[in-house]
């Protein structure tokens, strides 16, 4: 494969350069298609960070029958199913796509109700793909009588500063937007990657099962000179699961997309989605609504200390916690992860760890645990033993939850894997409501009645958004002290 060359671009050149659109005319456009879309519309997420742009939406951390019937009778259109597929191995995220994607299959039959699936994956291109949407489709086909004409990636993701340019994949550093594949996200030991350009990504990432020259590309140009009627026949040619590429780099070109796309799928074509968070926003016809304060999230002053968990390794994490670090109010314990290696002193390092934390906690003192910064590498070809390792780490932070017996004041993970292991066996909460963003791509979940600590404030820190300042802000602002 020839990879387009690619570089640096100053992003207010990019941004000024672009016609503006009638954004109020664009919203009733796109109003008027979604009061015809009559189907459930289904994300599944790859990590708990997917639900950053939304709020008044459902979460399930399973798949059962049961639960996947309760989202279908939802009044809201969308729901969102937790499948933390990032944190698995390929075997193991493809058996939970094929059960899942079973189970909707049967319950849309039985309701007699049609749906839309989405598979939300890191808006920096890491995850299972193509594995996990080429799962869905030969599942959903074979059960159904549904045919997948197409499959549309748009990975924007403003709050985070992703844009998609020329058919190329930006991530913002400051002023610049970076290609992505020159950034550390290409570099990741799991889901690495080469190419910036989105077409030439899929043609890597497929092993050429599908080719940047067979795939279809949604211009900003188009777009912003509000060729709807053409971008929509882009869609009605597309045949044999091709994919199709959106360029965006504000949520207006999305909306203009969608409102294509909506008449595209009124008039018979079937498409799977992988796209990052805006797109669920967008389809899912979800108003904005202004960052969460203190008061809407803290219910009652316990007394007791905040719990703040940090998991990620990403650059901009280890950035952030030094600069919590700053905040003489908080107390830190680092968990030496390394010791994964040695499992009995792993297991002293977590007890010690767990019982420090409930001591602090308890006394009104908040508390952020960190694991190592430095990344275990066991050297080429081990990347399914390193993810496994990462996988037993994140039970040990996951163990520090488990195992409280004092409940915070909230509780902040920061990271994907870490995140929603914590959410999931160590809240155990079979179903939360996205309460909204604490900071602009900063989600929280308010635990059902079922989890260990009903109704508190849990905020999903993803470990690519925001600044340096923003982890300290957050938590300045749950302690009563941050300025918005």
């Known amino acids: 494969m020839v990879y387009v060359n690619t570089k640096k671009r100053a992003a207010r050149d990019v941004f000024d350069s672009l016609p503006q659109v009638d954004r109020s005319a664009v919203d009733d456009l796109l109003a008027q298609e979604l009061r015809q879309l009559g189907r459930k519309i289904i994300v599944l997420d ?63 039959d039985k309701r007699n109700q049609p749906f839309m699936l989405i598979s939300r994956g890191d808006s920096t291109l890491r995850g ?16 159904t009588e549904i045919v997948f004409d197409g499959e549309v990636l748009l990975p924007f993701f403003q709050e985070g500063g992703r844009y998609t340019v020329d058919n190329i994949h930006y991530v913002q550093y400051g002023t610049e937007l970076v290609p992505a594949g020159e950034t550390e996200f290409a570099r990741d030991r799991t889901f690495g990657y080469r190419s910036s350009h989105l077409g030439e990504w899929v043609e890597e990432k497929s092993g050429g099962a599908y080719t940047a020259a067979d795939t279809t590309y949604i211009t900003l140009e188009s777009i912003r000179a509000l060729k709807i009627d053409l971008i929509a026949g882009q869609l009605q040619r597309v045949t044999d699961f091709r994919k199709v590429v959106v360029n965006a780099v504000d949520y207006v070109d999305v909306k203009i997309f969608a409102i294509a796309l909506l008449r595209a799928l009124k008039a018979g074509k079937q498409f799977l989605f992988r796209t990052a968070a805006a797109f669920t926003k967008v389809i899912g016809g979800i108003s904005d609504k202004p960052c969460l304060t203190r008061e809407e999230l803290i219910a009652e002053e316990t007394g007791t200390g905040g719990l703040i968990l940090v998991g990620s390794h990403v650059k901009k994490t280890t950035e952030q916690l030094a600069e919590l670090q700053n905040n003489p109010a908080i107390r830190f314990i680092q968990l030496d ?33 960190y694991t190592r910064r430095e990344r275990l590498d066991l050297g080429p070809d081990k990347q399914e033993e390193e993810l496994q390792l990462s996988v037993n780490i994140s039970d040990a932070v996951t163990s520090i939850v488990q195992r409280l017996t004092v409940r915070p004041r909230y509780i902040i993970a920061k990271g994907g894997i870490t995140s929603s292991d914590i959410g999931t066996k160590g809240l155990r909460v079979r179903r939360a409501t996205v309460a909204g963003q604490i900071k602009p791509g900063v989600p929280v979940w308010k635990t059902g009645a079922e989890s260990k600590f009903p109704g508190i404030a849990y905020v999903i820190f993803p470990g690519n958004v925001g600044t340096t300042m923003t982890l300290r802000e957050t938590v300045e602002i749950l302690e009563g002290c941050g300025q918005r």
């Open 128 to 143: 299972h793909y193509p594995l996990e949407t080429q799962t869905l489709r030969e599942t959903i086909e074979a059960q």
């Open 46 to 108: 790859d990590d708990p960070t997917g639900v950053q742009t939304v709020h008044g939406v459902s979460v399930y951390t399973d798949w059962s029958p049961e639960s996947i019937e309760q989202g279908f009778a939802e009044e809201h259109p969308l729901f969102f199913i937790l499948t933390n597929s990032r944190g698995m191995i390929a075997s193991e995220t493809e058996a939970v796509h094929r059960q899942i994607a079973r189970q909707i299959a049967e319950v849309a």
């Open 337 to 369: 992860s390394h010791l994964v290696l040695e499992p009995a002193r792993f297991q002293a390092e977590v007890d010690r760890v767990v019982a420090r934390c409930e001591e602090l906690i308890a006394s009104g003192e908040t508390v952020a645990v």
